[in-house]
């Protein structure tokens, strides 16, 4: 069994997640270059198996996808051309990036953390997977 990974695209970085092999618990993995994305996650994958993609759906308040969608459509038929055998679902990131900063402020963190983008989107990442176990986990009883 492989692991999850959540992506929440951008158009200059992308932050990703992963989760441990029983797909349990989300943590934060690492924001890259978005040209470098496939190259980076073709890399990941010789090390550690890869079970689906988890890619945010951004969505407008009014439930309409947002401006960047059509950028994240090119970008998941770039990452079934790399990853022809492995699924790929969408999870709605709404207002992940504002939950994302929040979080960093009720730890305390500084406000230079607090304004590292990358981060920022490497938390965003997380957030989207965690949402995806959480809406897609069976009851154990």
Do not use: C
């Amino acid at each position: 069994m492989g692991v999850l990974i959540g992506i929440d695209f951008g158009k200059k970085r992308t932050g990703l997640a992963h989760t441990d092999p029983g797909h349990i618990i989300a943590s934060g993995l690492i924001t890259v270059d978005t040209p470098s994305i496939i190259s980076f996650l073709k890399n990941y994958h010789k090390e550690t198996a890869i079970e689906k993609f988890v890619v945010g759906q951004p969505k407008q308040r009014d439930g309409n996808p947002s401006e960047v969608e059509h950028e994240i459509l090119d970008f998941i038929d770039r990452l079934k051309k790399a990853f022809p055998r492995t699924m790929i679902s969408r999870q709605d990131e709404r207002f992940t990036s504002k939950m994302a900063l929040n979080s960093l402020i009720d730890i305390g963190a500084k406000k230079k953390k607090r304004k590292d983008k990358g981060l920022i989107d490497e938390i965003s990442a997380t957030l989207i997977l965690q949402s995806y176990i959480n809406a897609n986990s069976k009851p154990v009883l």
